[in-house]
């Protein structure tokens, strides 16, 4: 298969298994263009295995286009999905979450920064370096581990306040609003209907999904405002 020879010519340089030689390496014009390729808990995490369509890929459309209306309808901030690299300096993190919600007031109080590219255009964005509100991350069959027990304990060390986790493989949709406690992810409850409040976003939210003709799942992110 063509991902697994990926995996298999994924040159990592001898550099990169350190956080700023990560950081050099991603820089760089050697790092790979697709996959996901992320350093967290002191190592390197490679996924090169292709986006599963049902499952994952039009999850994300329809969380990142969900959430984008309701941020930017009141003016709120940026809403980010895919290649958009979260670094966090102190905690050595640097990863490419499925969905990023950044509110205005986060950039201002300087919690979060862009980063414009090494020797490149300063009004160019390459990645965010900080704590944004939200991420998101969506299980994928290769990476149920990462997805579910090594990226929250990261973003809970990078102090980003709120995580959700959806989990679209199985005849249950499984979604989950956790918000930042003590140093670490606490779920909030949610209604017996699927409402589930976000502290960062205000309001609540639920995701659905319905059959389509093609007998495919099409996913709904519904919102209301408190």
Do not use: C
């Not at 760089?28 to 263009?33: I, K």
């Not at 369509?53 to 309701?70: D, E, P, R």
């Not at 502290?199 to 799942?217: D, Y």
């Amino acid at each position: 298969m063509a991902w697994e020879d990926d995996v298999e010519s994924l040159r990592i340089p001898a550099s990169a298994h350190t956080f700023e030689g990560f950081l050099h390496w991603l820089e760089s014009d050697d790092f790979p263009v697709s996959g996901r390729i992320d350093f967290l808990e002191g190592g390197i995490a490679a996924d090169m295995s292709p986006e599963d369509v049902g499952s994952h890929g039009v999850v994300k459309v329809a969380l990142s286009t969900a959430l984008q209306i309701v941020v930017s309808e009141q003016d709120r901030g940026e809403v980010y999905s895919d290649s958009t690299q979260v670094i966090h300096i102190d905690t050595q993190l640097s990863v490419e979450p499925d969905v990023v919600v950044a509110l205005w007031e986060t950039f201002e109080s300087g919690r979060l920064r862009r980063v414009p590219p090494a020797g490149g255009d300063p009004r160019r964005t390459v990645a965010v370096e900080g704590a944004p509100d939200v991420v998101v991350e969506i299980v994928s069959p290769s990476s149920v581990q990462k997805d579910t027990k090594q990226l929250p304990r990261a973003y809970a060390a990078a102090g980003i306040p709120e995580f959700w986790l959806v989990d679209a493989r199985g005849s249950r949709l499984q979604f989950q609003i956790n918000a930042l406690e003590d140093g670490g992810y606490v779920p909030l409850p949610a209604e017996a209907d699927g409402w589930s409040t976000s502290p960062a976003l205000g309001g609540r939210f639920r995701l659905v999904r319905h059959r389509t003709r093609m007998a495919t799942w099409r996913y709904v992110l519904e919102h209301r405002a408190d």
